[in-house]
T-cell receptor, first 114, second 114 residues
Framework: AQSVTQLDSQVPVFEEAPVELRCNYS??????LFWYVQYPNQGLQLLLK??????LVKGINGFEAEFNKSQTSFHLRKPSVHISDTAEYFC????????????FGTGTRLQVTL | DAGVTQSPTHLIKTRGQQVTLRCSPK?????VSWYQQALGQGPQFIFQ???????QRGNFPDRFSGHQFPNYSSELNVNALLLGDSALYLC?????????????FGDGTRLSIL
């Protein structure tokens, strides 16, 4: 079975400051890794994904994430946040080579203020 | 190109009633997955449908059932509703033959049980 841990339930940050949202996972088999964003009263929108290859992946809205196999982590970063980045962020994994279910973390609320 | 669409947007039911939620996948997708997202939690996998059959199921009771139609659209049925069934229900679609493709999510149906 797979599991995902997002240690920070809330992350407050000032506009234009950098931010890192942490994600650690556990799995006995290889997984794909994803970050999704959820704005109020909306579904999930894909930010970025790691499938294979380069461990640094870039996504939409200036976000990037780095896959670290030895630490089983996939932290999300942005060098300068904007008010509009305020949302809930979810890290998720899925077993490679399958179209199987996503396993999500509990989410991190990013609150950007002036 | 229409994305994943879900109906209705909101629904209010009372305990013991039955409910049906509907989902139309993104054009070109053939696999539909359903997730339950309780308030303040990450989405939890309910089940997945492909070729009109349930292919994978999460840890949900038999009160939760589903169906997939020949046009790939899907329904989620919940019987004998409990207060704890109050949640956002998300539908996600994908193309089964491309295993590394991320799932695309709809905006969900907000179900409230009184």
């Amino acid at each position: 079975a797979q599991s995902v841990t997002q240690l920070d339930s809330q992350v407050p940050v000032f506009e234009e400051a950098p931010v890192e949202l942490r994600c650690n996972y556990s799995s006995s088999v290889s997984v794909y890794l994803f970050w999704y964003v959820q704005y109020p009263n909306q579904g999930l929108q894909l930010l970025l994904k790691y499938l294979s290859g380069s461990t640094l992946v870039k996504g939409i809205n200036g976000f990037e994430a780095e896959f670290n196999k030895s630490q089983t982590s996939f932290h999300l970063r942005k060098p300068s946040v904007h008010i509009s980045d305020t949302a809930e962020y979810f890290c998720a994994v899925r077993v490679t080579g399958t179209a199987s279910k996503l396993t999500f973390g509990t989410g991190t609320r990013l609150q950007v203020t002036l | 190109d229409a994305g994943v669409t879900q109906s209705p947007t909101h629904l209010i039911k009372t305990r013991g009633q039955q409910v049906t939620l509907r989902c139309s996948p993104k054009s070109g997708h053939d696999t539909v997955s359903w997730y339950q997202q309780a308030l303040g939690q990450g989405p939890q996998f309910i089940f997945q449908y492909y070729e009109e059959e349930e292919r994978q199921r999460g840890n949900f009771p038999d009160r939760f059932s589903g169906h997939q139609f020949p046009n790939y659209s899907s329904e989620l049925n919940v019987n004998a509703l409990l207060l704890g069934d109050s949640a956002l229900y998300l539908c996600a679609s994908s193309l089964r033959s491309v295993s590394n493709q991320p799932q695309h999510f709809g905006d969900g149906t907000r179900l409230s049980i009184l």
